[in-house]
């Protein structure tokens, strides 16, 4: 098993299909079976304890927690890897894509005429099979909706790839709390009113313009954060984008 000891741990709980308030091996069994020292053992547990990923009871051992599915948000952009990194199985749905009128502040960020249809995807990811995150794609002039298919997938970037400068690219987000309305709610399998993580990210081309501006809505944990990273090339590669030797990059 190859990679830091936090991500092996992550491994044997994804290979393991352990879920919340399953307890772990002893110490000993696991390091052994990771071929982890003792000492890199315990590091890892603490990075995830942090991340709210596992908990510990005194004299009786480490077990799943309730992982906060945004506690990795950065340096990991897209919902399915968020997913994953909180040790859950993702898996997603397109609800409908077609033409919408955007909200004023999306149409002024991707220069849509005011109160003109424009082309919009409606995501709806889960982990563990349970609705989590709700997400509104809206496309700038230019990026067509048939840039999302099954080469893309679930890869937003991957899908806007052709249509944005990578080089010098960013995403920058913007999260706080909101009630969930109606549709919001039902869509999510949760209560009229409950809270949610309500976010809305933008994707910077290189040249600066923004080709995708997203809105979300996320179950279960409440955070308020503004967050930007670099895009690396790497990083608008779908999961069926051909190997380097198959495509001349």
Same mark, same amino acid.
């Given at each position: 098993m190859s990679g830091t000891a936090t991500e092996r741990v992550m491994q044997y709980i994804r290979r393991q299909k352990l879920a919340v308030g399953d307890r772990l $091996?002893?110490?000993?069994?696991?390091?052994?079976?990771?071929?982890l020292s003792r000492n890199s053992l315990r590091e890892a547990y603490a990075d995830l304890m942090a991340k709210g990923l596992l908990k510990?009871?005194?004299?009786? *051992?480490?077990?799943?927690?309730? @992982? @906060?599915?945004?506690?990795?948000?950065?340096?990991? @952009? =897209?919902?399915?890897?968020?997913?994953e990194n909180a040790g859950m199985k993702p898996s997603f749905r397109e609800i409908v894509r077609g033409e919408v009128i955007a909200p004023e502040e999306i149409a002024a960020i991707l220069g849509l005429a005011a109160e003109k249809p424009s082309q919009r995807l409606r995501w709806?990811?889960? /982990?563990?099979?349970? $609705?989590?995150?709700?997400?509104?794609?809206y496309?700038?002039? =230019?990026? $067509?909706?048939?840039?999302?298919?099954?080469?893309?997938?679930?890869?937003?970037? &991957?899908?806007? &790839?052709p249509f944005t400068i990578v080089d010098g690219a960013s995403l920058s987000t913007r999260t706080s709390a909101i009630n969930a309305t109606d549709e919001i709610a039902n869509l999510l399998q949760v209560n009229e009113?409950? /809270?949610?993580?309500?976010?809305?990210?933008?994707?910077?081309? *290189?040249?600066g313009s923004v080709p995708l501006a997203s809105r979300s809505w996320m179950v279960p944990h409440l955070l308020n954060s503004h967050q930007v990273m670099?895009?690396? $090339? &790497?990083?608008?590669? *779908?999961?069926?984008? @051909?190997a380097p030797e198959d495509e001349t990059k």
């Open positions: $091996p002893a110490e000993v069994d696991i390091s052994r079976m990771l071929g510990n009871k005194h004299g009786v *051992g480490t077990f799943i927690a309730n @992982p @906060p599915i945004l506690n990795a948000l950065t340096g990991a @952009p =897209g919902f399915w890897k968020l997913i709806l990811f889960l /982990a563990n099979d349970q $609705p989590c995150i709700l997400v509104d794609h496309l700038a002039h =230019g990026v $067509p909706l048939n840039a999302f298919n099954a080469l893309t997938e679930h890869n937003a970037l &991957a899908a806007i &790839a009113g409950d /809270a949610l993580l309500w976010s809305t990210a933008l994707v910077h081309s *290189g040249d670099a895009l690396a $090339p &790497a990083h608008f590669q *779908g999961n069926a984008t @051909p």
